[in-house]
């Protein structure tokens, strides 16, 4: 298996990629600006800790993006999901032909979350504090948006990150899905909305519970802000989330989008774990 597709590669080896503005003196000032963090505070690599080189990415060393199980052509349509070598994009993996997930019609995800520089990667932005390791990863998952269609079209398209609750928020300082959101928007050139989702009551933590708890946990965890959900009445709701693991949080999401009225809904994710 090849562990960098080109469409991979580009994303985390172009240079040019930290800016996609078209306004020149937004890109100088960015430019000038990310220049004097580096001097300052130079990159390192996400997971092994080795310094990285002037123009690459600012998460991963060569060798570590490579070690990483990156979700390529091989993969499930509706939960983003990788699928064997060779299989290309399927309708329905063996999971999803068993419990599809609820509401949501396709999905994307750039790789997956086992160990290693993706675990590092994720747990990193996730917990470590490096929200700056959103705009690489940001960028791949706007990258293969575009790259494999998930969105028919590109109007009256809204992207909507997964809320963290008030106490949350204010522990972690960010709200990861929300600093992905903010890159893939910017890169695709889409509506960000922030306070359309709201997180409503705090859950037990995913990870400790069984797949059929975690759905029970977070029944009734969100709600959609009554006056702007009216604006968004016929548009695409692009979700987005740093992890999908069972679905259980994206498809609580989704319900919760389309008992408001919201009836097309795709999800994009970071990882798959
Ligand atoms: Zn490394
Ligand atoms: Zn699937």
Redesign the pocket.
């Known amino acids: 298996m090849a562990a960098l597709n080109p469409e991979i590669t580009a994303a985390l080896f172009d240079p040019a990629h930290t800016c996609r503005t078209t306004r020149p003196f937004a890109r100088f000032a960015w430019k000038f600006a990310d220049a004097a963090l580096d001097l300052f505070f130079p990159p390192h690599?996400a997971?092994?800790g080795?310094p990285l080189p002037e123009f690459i990415n600012k998460s991963?060393?060569l060798?570590?993006a490579i070690s990483v199980r990156w979700i390529g052509s091989d993969r499930c349509l509706r939960c983003g999901d990788s699928v064997g070598e060779g299989m290309g994009a399927v309708h329905a993996c063996v999971s999803c032909r068993a419990h599809p997930p609820r509401f949501v019609s396709a999905s994307l995800a750039v790789l997956r979350y086992e160990s290693g520089?993706a675990r590092d990667l994720v747990l990193g932005l996730k917990f470590g504090g490096k929200s700056h390791l959103a705009k690489t990863l940001g960028y791949i998952m706007a990258t293969r948006i575009a790259q494999t269609g998930l969105l028919a079209d590109y109007r009256d398209v809204v992207i909507v990150p997964a809320p963290l609750t008030r106490g949350a928020l204010f522990q972690r300082g960010y709200n990861q899905a929300e600093e992905l959101a903010r890159v893939v928007a910017s890169e695709l050139d889409l509506k960000l909305e922030t306070r359309l989702l709201k997180k409503i009551r705090k859950t037990m933590p995913q990870a400790m519970l069984t797949e059929k708890k975690r759905r029970e946990n977070l029944i009734g965890a969100f709600a959609c802000d009554a006056k702007r959900i009216k604006k968004y009445q016929g548009t695409t709701i692009l979700l987005i989330d740093d992890v999908i693991t069972t679905g259980s949080t994206i498809s609580e999401c989704a319900r919760t989008l389309h008992d408001a009225g919201i009836q097309t809904i795709v999800a994009a994710s970071c990882a798959r774990g």
Request: charged fraction near 0%.
């Open positions: 690599c997971s092994c080795n991963l060393c060798p570590c520089p």
